[in-house]
């Protein structure tokens, strides 16, 4: 049994190397608004960075959609309850992304586009305590390594 219990830990472990790159965004700190705009002026205003514009913007740049964790009836029996709802939790928030990104992929103008592309970065995935994926990754993974080490379910 501990065997499975293993397997099971491994799988979800591989899944979330899988999903780091989009959760951990630039220098592993998830995204912010200044990977997106820079000020300009004393007055507050912030513009678009222009290399992130004309890239993020560019309709040969795909974002592709992230798949979500598939449970199966191991995962059920062997994970341990705070990773389930971790992986749950996050599972939810990648749901939430893929809705958005659809919209993005159909958005009319670059305008739109721009807008979309920012709220998937700074919104929907975001940093620490901002609720987006970036903190559901890091939650899963704070569980599965508490689970690792022998946490209780």
Same mark, same amino acid.
């Given at each position: ?66 798949? /979500?964790?598939?449970?199966? +009836? ?11 709802? *971790? $992986? @749950?939790? %996050? =599972? ?29 970065? /700074?919104?929907?995935?975001? +940093? ?11 939650? *899963? $993974? @704070?569980? %599965? =390594? ?8």
């Amino acid at each position: 049994m501990f065997g499975l219990k293993r397997k099971v830990q491994y799988q979800v472990g591989q899944y979330l190397d899988v999903i780091r790159p989009w959760a951990m965004g630039v220098d592993n700190r998830g995204w912010k608004h200044e990977d997106f705009f820079m000020p300009e002026g004393d007055d507050g205003e912030w513009t678009p960075r222009k290399d992130v514009y004309e890239y993020r913007t560019d309709p040969s740049q795909t974002i592709f959609p992230l798949i /979500t964790y598939q449970f199966t +009836t191991l995962d059920r029996l062997f994970m341990d309850s705070k990773t389930y709802e *971790a $992986m @749950l939790h %996050l =599972n939810q928030g990648i749901s939430n992304f893929n809705a958005i990104l659809a919209a993005f992929a159909s958005a009319p103008t670059i305008e739109q586009r721009w807008t979309m592309v920012v709220m998937l970065h /700074t919104g929907l995935i975001g +940093t620490a305590n901002t609720g987006g994926l970036y903190e559901r990754w890091m939650q *899963a $993974m @704070l569980s %599965l =390594n508490v689970s690792n080490l022998g946490g209780s379910k």
